[in-house]
């Protein structure tokens, strides 16, 4: 096309205005962009993880313990101290870092479960162990018979009834299976002074008339082949005490590959650290594991002693204990301090 002169100015002009514009624009964007990145690896920084970090989340969501309730459908759970809270966190390296009633014990309950379906799959394999359970996440309490009745077998390790099968499926006569699980739990946390307490495994015992319906029913569906020591071995397993830390130590382990927090690599396996973690996000806490994926984001499992176990899978091992429980049966406190961990740290796997 023939330009005249005026609008050959004005279409060199308009260029270089163009031209002038596009670059001021890409600046910015460059700008912003690194500037969202500083942001980000601030945010994401674990290392600046510290015992004053942890203490300042505790203080700040102590208080949830008064929309809780202490588990008392156990009558020994019931003397916990509603006003007790720990945080403690397995950091780079196994660096371990603890806040509040750091010393303070309670019953693992429901995190049992994680240990004993380790030991299942590796001495039956994953594919026997899944044949006799699903690996359904659930609508439903902790205790709900769910499909049970239906297709006969459990939805999932991590619900009750598929927790008393997967322990009735590690070897042993009596309570070898259980000391088998002990002995995880102490490998696991370096920590052999830890045991169970025979007052919560009897008073488990002499309540727990529907995991004995629940276990009955699996014996009946050919599920279950042992007598009631089996069902022992399962009270007994909840009834195991630790603190915080070693639940920490229990969250680094799955989400390290199942290589302890100093580094002792005896159990190292990737596959069983998925298989753990991936039942814990889509069961660990229940009927609210689907809420919880959504606001925290991490394979997690509760116990109604109060206590969560958390993988940040390659990353660390949160553990917290406060006994006040939410209408779901996970703890109160110990839920909002491990949600807001996770926002200043960015630590959502989503
Ligand atoms: O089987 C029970 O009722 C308890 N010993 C364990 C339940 C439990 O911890 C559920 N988790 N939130």
Redesign the pocket.
């Given at each position: 096309m023939f330009l005249k002169v005026d609008d050959k100015l004005l279409a060199e002009n308009t260029f270089m205005n163009n031209s002038f514009l596009l670059y001021a624009k890409r600046i910015c964007i460059a700008a912003f962009l690194s500037l969202n990145t500083v942001m980000y690896a601030q945010k994401a920084d674990i290392s600046t993880i510290s015992e004053k970090t942890l203490n300042s989340i505790l203080e700040k969501n102590r208080n949830y313990y008064t929309e809780g309730k202490v588990a008392d459908?156990?009558p020994e759970l019931g003397k916990m101290d509603a006003r007790a809270i720990a945080f403690s966190v397995v950091g780079k390296n196994g660096k371990i870092f603890n806040t509040g009633d750091i010393h303070k014990k309670f019953t693992m309950?429901?995190?049992s479960k994680i240990i004993a379906l380790m030991i299942a799959v590796n001495e039956k394999g994953e594919a026997n162990v899944f044949d006799k359970m699903g690996y359904f996440g659930t609508d439903k309490p902790?205790?709900h018979f769910s499909n049970l009745e239906t297709t006969g077998k459990p939805l999932n390790p991590m619900m009750?009834a598929g927790?008393i099968l997967t322990t009735s499926l590690i070897s042993g006569e009596g309570e070898k299976p259980f000391l088998k699980i002990l002995d995880l739990v102490r490998y696991i946390t370096k920590n052999n002074t830890i045991d169970y307490n025979t007052s919560v495994y009897e008073s488990?015992k002499s309540t727990?008339h529907?995991?004995r319906g629940m276990f009955y029913l699996m014996k009946n569906n050919g599920l279950i082949s042992g007598n009631e020591d089996q069902l022992d071995n399962?009270?007994k397993q909840?009834s195991i005490e630790l603190t915080a830390e070693d639940l920490a130590k229990i969250g680094y382990f799955f989400a390290s590959e199942c290589v302890r927090f100093d580094g002792d690599t005896k159990y190292k396996n990737a596959e069983m650290s998925k298989l753990i973690q991936s039942q814990m996000l889509i069961a660990g806490m229940?009927e609210f594991s689907g809420e919880y994926a959504r606001t925290v984001g991490l394979p997690s499992k509760?116990?109604?002693?109060g206590g969560i176990a958390v993988s940040v899978p390659g990353k660390m091992g949160i553990g917290v204990f406060s006994p006040a429980?939410d209408q779901h049966?996970?703890s109160s406190a110990g839920y909002h301090m491990i949600l807001d961990l996770v926002k200043q740290y960015d630590l959502s796997l989503f």
């Amino acid at each position: 096309m023939f330009l005249k002169v005026d609008d050959k100015l004005l279409a060199e002009n308009t260029f270089m205005n163009n031209s002038f514009l596009l670059y001021a624009k890409r600046i910015c964007i460059a700008a912003f962009l690194s500037l969202n990145t500083v942001m980000y690896a601030q945010k994401a920084d674990i290392s600046t993880i510290s015992e004053k970090t942890l203490n300042s989340i505790l203080e700040k969501n102590r208080n949830y313990y008064t929309e809780g309730k202490v588990a008392d459908y156990i009558p020994e759970l019931g003397k916990m101290d509603a006003r007790a809270i720990a945080f403690s966190v397995v950091g780079k390296n196994g660096k371990i870092f603890n806040t509040g009633d750091i010393h303070k014990k309670f019953t693992m309950q429901s995190i049992s479960k994680i240990i004993a379906l380790m030991i299942a799959v590796n001495e039956k394999g994953e594919a026997n162990v899944f044949d006799k359970m699903g690996y359904f996440g659930t609508d439903k309490p902790f205790n709900h018979f769910s499909n049970l009745e239906t297709t006969g077998k459990p939805l999932n390790p991590m619900m009750n009834a598929g927790a008393i099968l997967t322990t009735s499926l590690i070897s042993g006569e009596g309570e070898k299976p259980f000391l088998k699980i002990l002995d995880l739990v102490r490998y696991i946390t370096k920590n052999n002074t830890i045991d169970y307490n025979t007052s919560v495994y009897e008073s488990e015992k002499s309540t727990g008339h529907r995991n004995r319906g629940m276990f009955y029913l699996m014996k009946n569906n050919g599920l279950i082949s042992g007598n009631e020591d089996q069902l022992d071995n399962y009270f007994k397993q909840c009834s195991i005490e630790l603190t915080a830390e070693d639940l920490a130590k229990i969250g680094y382990f799955f989400a390290s590959e199942c290589v302890r927090f100093d580094g002792d690599t005896k159990y190292k396996n990737a596959e069983m650290s998925k298989l753990i973690q991936s039942q814990m996000l889509i069961a660990g806490m229940y009927e609210f594991s689907g809420e919880y994926a959504r606001t925290v984001g991490l394979p997690s499992k509760s116990g109604v002693g109060g206590g969560i176990a958390v993988s940040v899978p390659g990353k660390m091992g949160i553990g917290v204990f406060s006994p006040a429980l939410d209408q779901h049966g996970n703890s109160s406190a110990g839920y909002h301090m491990i949600l807001d961990l996770v926002k200043q740290y960015d630590l959502s796997l989503f």
